[in-house]
């Protein structure tokens, strides 16, 4: 995700959180981020963030 531009980055973000369970995990590469701030998920630790 680090090519994309912010815009399509959080499409990508907000689809797989749609697709994704409850208490599912979502798993990124370390070079990539997602702001805290602006996301569903909740971090757990870097790279690491889970649906609830």
Same mark, same amino acid.
């Given at each position: ?26 798993? &990124?590469?370390? +070079? @990539?981020? &997602?702001?805290? +701030? @602006? ?14």
């Amino acid at each position: 995700m680090i090519y994309f531009d912010a815009q399509t980055k959080k499409k990508l973000i907000d689809k797989f959180y749609d697709l994704l369970e409850y208490g599912g995990y979502l798993f &990124i590469g370390h +070079s @990539e981020s &997602i702001s805290r +701030s @602006e996301t569903r998920y909740k971090y757990i630790k870097p790279a690491v963030y889970r649906k609830e």
